[in-house]
């Protein structure tokens, strides 16, 4: 089980928004720590969707956006697109652990 | 245009061991931390290994530490993943990754901006 928890599946229709969230504790997103999400389709490899919380790197839609609140952390999708079919990862770093995380991932699915 | 190449996966019996390397090309290696991720098959990404730009300082997951080493060759625009004493759970796909350019801290190097297509371990028992 991931120290950072995120839910294993999220759907919606065609145009909804999603959230996801990425759940930590006080040694990691609780303190302050940059929260990275990533973007990863079946069988290719993740690319970086957002970075330091909230930023995008060129290319990325603007309809990713990411947020953070105390020891928790979201992705937000709005107009879901049927290409957004895909694994979303949190990232972040532990500092009793000293460790980079990643959460367990979840499986976004367009209805 | 920045690119990653890993290469030396492979099958290898449980206990062997195995050196991964990754190749750099389209950027300024030696400015950049490099980061070492694995996926095994049909689970998520697990973080294994980063090293700062200079190659002086490493983190390692503490579930790897004591069997693998990682290590760079600015000159050669490579770094390279050494891992021993295999077990079954080690089988995974590899990834290297470049980090940002920062200081000495994992928290400000541990993300990863471009990643090569990775590698395929696979430790049979």
């Known amino acids: 089980q991931s120290v950072l928890t995120q839910p294993p599946s999220v759907s919606g229709a065609p145009g909804q928004r999603v959230t996801i969230s990425c759940t930590g504790s006080?040694?990691?997103?609780?303190?302050?720590?940059?929260v990275h999400w990533y973007q990863q389709f079946p069988g290719e490899v993740p690319r970086l969707l957002i970075y330091r919380d909230a930023s995008r790197p060129s290319g990325v839609p603007d309809r990713f956006s990411g947020s953070r609140s105390g020891t928790a952390a979201s992705l937000a999708i709005t107009g879901l697109q049927a290409e957004d079919e895909a694994d979303y990862y949190c990232?972040?770093?532990?500092?009793?652990?000293?460790?980079?995380?990643f959460g367990g991932g979840t499986k976004v699915t367009v209805l | 245009e920045a690119q990653l190449v890993e290469s030396g996966g492979g099958s290898v019996q449980s206990g062997g061991s195995l050196s991964l390397s990754c190749a750099a090309s389209g950027l300024n290696f030696g400015a950049y931390p490099m980061t070492w991720v694995r996926q095994a098959p049909g689970k998520g990404l697990q973080w294994v290994s980063t090293v700062t730009a200079t190659g002086a300082t490493n983190w390692y997951a503490d579930s790897l530490r004591g069997r693998v080493i990682i290590s760079r060759d600015n000159s050669k625009r490579t770094v390279s993943l050494h891992m021993t004493s295999l077990r079954a759970e080690n089988t995974a796909t590899y990834y290297c990754?470049?980090?940002?350019?920062?200081?000495?801290?994992?928290?400000?190097?541990?993300?990863?901006?471009?990643w090569g297509k990775g590698t395929t371990v696979i430790v049979s028992s």
């Open positions: 006080s040694s990691n997103i609780g303190a302050n720590y940059d």
């Open positions: 990754g470049k980090g940002p350019v920062g200081g000495g801290l994992l928290q400000d190097i541990m993300r990863v901006d471009i």
């Open positions: 990232q972040s770093y532990d500092s009793v652990l000293n460790a980079v995380l």
